[in-house]
């Protein structure tokens, strides 16, 4: 018997084109579908160009859908307008790979973190001002801090700040859009267990994108994986290296560096390039990079389906 999760934003057949010249559209996300359960972190990866990004836009209502609907709790918020959409938008925050271009760089580290809060009329100066420097505790940056410029921080500290800045409203959903890929690897890891931290102290319910498979799988209890535009698996994250079933998911594991492979061992890298998204061709979007196509894969496009108990692929090769 599955465990009963109380879903917290459901995703129905979202799509999303975008207009190019000579009347041509492009898919930059194709009839995407899943739900994200109250105090998980749900990882999204797959290529550049795949469309994760556009989701996480959309989640946060900065870009409209073409078709589709995104349900928050019990509420459709597809189309909201107005003072409407700008509550809504205290349960949705989202951090930004680069902290620094989210950043006004005329501001000082204090009001950036403590603007949210007087601009929904949340608290006064003074009152916005401690919040702030309780914030910038929580995320391990002093007080002294506040009297900084984003210049005069270094890249984790930035993106520290950014996540205060996230938290000051008690939003519920956090999208993190590539949120680590432009710091080292030790302030990566850094940042990821201050996330996780975070998520455990205030039940936060996260949607972590990515297109490092082994970062997305550190910190995400899910994992959803995209190509052109559609979701080709949706596995727990423990389950993944095991048994991770479609070819493309298969051949992001290959292509995982690792200090810890043998000498002799090969890192295998995904042959050939995705096809156009403003040309999507009938079957299977991996067809042409896929060394298992068949013949059915050139001309059905597989159905996401579940395959084993939460697992879930679009692949002819498996049956539910």
């Known amino acids: 018997m599955r465990e009963e999760k109380e879903t917290i934003l459901r995703i129905k057949n979202l799509t999303k084109k975008f207009n190019l010249q000579n009347d041509k559209k492009l898919t930059a996300v194709d009839n995407v579908s899943f739900e994200l359960y109250s105090g998980e972190c749900l990882g999204i990866v797959g290529e550049s160009g795949c469309g994760k990004s556009t989701i996480a836009k959309i989640l946060t209502q900065l870009e409209s859908v073409t078709s ?70 929580m995320v391990s940056i002093n007080e002294d801090f506040m009297t900084r410029y984003p210049h005069q921080l270094s890249g984790g500290q930035k993106q520290r700040v950014a996540i205060a800045r996230a938290l000051s409203l008690q939003p519920e959903i956090i999208v993190c859009d590539e949120a680590t890929s432009a710091l080292d690897v030790s302030i990566q890891e850094q940042v990821i267990t201050l996330l996780i931290d975070l998520q455990k102290d205030k039940g936060l319910s996260y949607i972590f994108i990515g297109h490092d498979l082994a970062v997305v799988r550190n910190i995400s209890h899910r994992i959803v994986v995209m190509y052109l535009g559609r979701i080709v698996e949706v596995i727990d994250s423990n389950k993944l290296v095991t048994y991770a079933a479609h070819p493309y998911t298969k051949a992001l594991l290959d292509s995982v560096f690792s200090v810890k492979r043998e000498n002799k061992t090969e890192i295998e890298s995904i042959k050939g390039e995705p096809p156009s998204p403003s040309d999507i061709q009938s079957g299977c979007a991996f067809s042409s990079r896929c060394a298992k196509c068949t013949d059915k894969c050139l001309k059905e496009k597989p159905e996401l389906k579940e395959i084993a108990a939460n697992h879930f692929t679009a692949c002819h090769l498996f049956k539910e």
């Open 68 to 137: 589709g609907n995104i349900v928050y709790k019990t509420k459709d918020i597809t189309n909201l307008k107005g003072e409407e959409l700008r509550q809504n938008r205290k349960n949705f925050q989202m951090i930004f790979q680069d902290a620094a271009e989210s950043f006004n760089p005329r501001m000082k580290i204090g009001d950036i973190v403590s603007e949210p809060l007087l601009n929904f009329k949340l608290m006064n100066k003074r009152e916005a001002e401690t919040e702030a420097k309780k914030l910038l505790a």
